[in-house]
């Protein structure tokens, strides 16, 4: 069965670095988001992707984060200069059309020290 | 108003009980309703999708009242297994999957 992978599955920094989060979607999926969830909340919408372009963001996505396909198959979410306020679980999803399922990778877990 | 709006709990009941959440959401746009299943620490998988007329798979049943905007999630015969966080799942306008907060769920002996 397809699925969404990312790497890495847990990554610890120093407050002040830069991250930078991997994900390759499902194959054939057009759509493609990032969503962050702070252990015992909610998880929360960051990004979505469409058309090799940012289609909507959250106003947690602010300049400190962005988001590339580099090169059709992987999908990058960068964070430029941690806080310790972004340790939280990283989720990427892909699906194939809007209104469909979307398929969630199992996540990385980003502990800022 | 939160856009998605679900009691926490946890609901704590017997193996075999029937159990029902339900889900308000703010958006009258919204056109598409999911249920979702988180397991502790991992990622959100589909439960089911939810249909205006209302849908069942096995024991699950799921329900829309646009009228009222909620949803809810019926289990029957609640297994030991389906402990979990169960995510409603809305889409707007924006074609934005919006997460509810979850309920959680402890089926025990």
């Known amino acids: 069965e397809p699925e969404v992978t990312q790497t890495p599955s847990h990554q610890v920094t120093q407050m002040g670095q830069e991250v930078i989060l991997r994900c390759v979607p499902i194959s054939n999926h057009l759509y493609f988001y990032w969503y962050r969830q702070i252990l015992g909340q909610k998880v929360e919408f960051l990004v979505s992707?469409?058309?090799?372009?940012?289609?909507?963001k959250s106003e947690i996505f602010d300049d400190q984060f962005s988001v590339e396909r580099p090169d059709g198959s992987n999908f990058t979410l960068k964070i430029r200069s941690t806080k310790l306020e972004d340790s939280a679980m990283y989720f990427c999803a892909s699906r194939w059309a809007s209104n469909t399922e979307a398929f969630f990778g199992q996540g990385t877990r980003l502990t800022v020290v | 108003r939160k856009e998605v709006e679900q009691d926490p709990g946890p609901f704590n009941v017997p193996e075999g009980a029937t159990v029902a959440f339900n889900c308000t959401y703010s958006?009258?746009?919204?056109?598409?309703f999911f249920w979702y299943r988180q397991d502790c620490r991992k990622e959100p998988k589909l439960l089911m999708s939810?249909?205006?007329s209302g849908n069942e798979d096995g024991r699950f049943t799921a329900q829309l009242n646009r009228a009222s905007q909620y949803i809810s999630l019926l289990i029957r015969d609640s297994k030991l297994s389906d402990s979990a966080t169960y995510l409603c799942?809305?889409?707007?306008?924006?074609?934005?999957?919006?997460f509810g907060r979850g309920t959680s769920l402890i089926v025990h002996p």
């Open positions: 799942v809305v889409e707007g306008g924006s074609y934005i999957p919006t």
């Open positions: 939810v249909y205006s």
């Open positions: 992707f469409y058309n090799n372009e940012i289609s909507e």
């Open positions: 958006n009258s746009a919204s056109q598409s």
